[in-house]
């Protein structure tokens, strides 16, 4: 039972480069989150979805995009990284009413 | 705005003591919520939840209490442990927000032997 999967574990990019990170959960949960966390910081929600075709934005959104095609799958897509993006990415599910199960993040830097 | 946040940045704490971690938070409408414990370069682990409708809930070795009155929260942790040792996190979520849940700063949970 994998649970939520998040790839790749860890990512340098460059100013102005666009990427992918993945994340697919195996529990038929219909709630899907990103959130990503600073140094020494909680963790704050990028984009969420309640269910397949429905995303909608957290608290910060801006310089993200998400889908939702399946149940299982919840990609963040980053078009033109800043230095600013530079967090570690931890995107969980859950039931609704219910806690949620986190994947090991994605530590990524901007350089 | 919504907001979680906790009293006490740091608590060091000696092996075999019991564990006090307090969290205040401000959304008098959150009905919701849950302890996560995270260690290093880890994501954040589920420990326990309690309702709105409940002031103490109990786990193996935590206990979380809950009193709506002055929208505080606690984790207790008996006879604490090395492994113990992580970063702590409150979050709290309302009936038909989405199910989502907001984080506090977090609390750091070192035990000496």
């Known amino acids: 039972n994998a649970g939520v999967t998040q790839t790749p574990k860890f990512r340098i990019l460059k100013i102005g480069q666009s990427m992918t990170l993945q994340c697919t959960q195996d529990?038929?949960?219909?709630?899907m989150y990103w959130y990503r966390q600073d140094p020494g910081m909680g963790l704050k929600l990028i984009y969420y979805?309640?269910?397949?075709?429905?995303?909608d934005k957290g608290e910060v959104p801006n310089g993200y995009n998400v889908s939702r095609s399946t149940t299982e799958d919840f990609p963040l897509r980053l078009e033109l990284a800043a230095p600013s993006q530079t967090s570690v990415y931890f995107c969980?599910?859950?039931?609704?009413?219910?806690?949620?199960?986190f994947g090991s993040g994605t530590r990524l830097t901007v350089v | 705005g919504e907001s979680v946040g906790l009293h006490l940045p740091t608590l060091s704490v000696q092996e075999g003591d019991n564990s006090i971690i307090n969290c205040a938070y401000s959304?008098?409408?959150?009905?919701?919520f849950i302890w996560y414990k995270q260690e290093s370069g880890k994501g954040p682990q589920f420990i326990i939840d309690i309702r709105s409708n409940m002031d103490k809930r109990q786990g193996q070795r935590v206990t979380v209490l809950l009193n709506k009155t002055v929208k505080h929260l606690s984790l207790q942790i008996a006879a604490t442990q090395p492994g113990d040792s992580a970063v702590y996190f409150c979050?709290?979520?309302?009936?038909?927000?989405?199910?989502?849940?907001?984080f506090g700063t977090g609390t750091q949970l070192k035990v000496e032997l």
């Open positions: 529990m038929n949960h219909n709630y």
């Open positions: 979050a709290e979520s309302f009936t038909g927000g989405g199910n989502k849940l907001t």
């Open positions: 959304n008098s409408a959150s009905d919701y």
């Open positions: 979805s309640v269910g397949a075709g429905i995303t």
């Open positions: 969980a599910s859950s039931q609704q009413g219910a806690g949620y199960t």
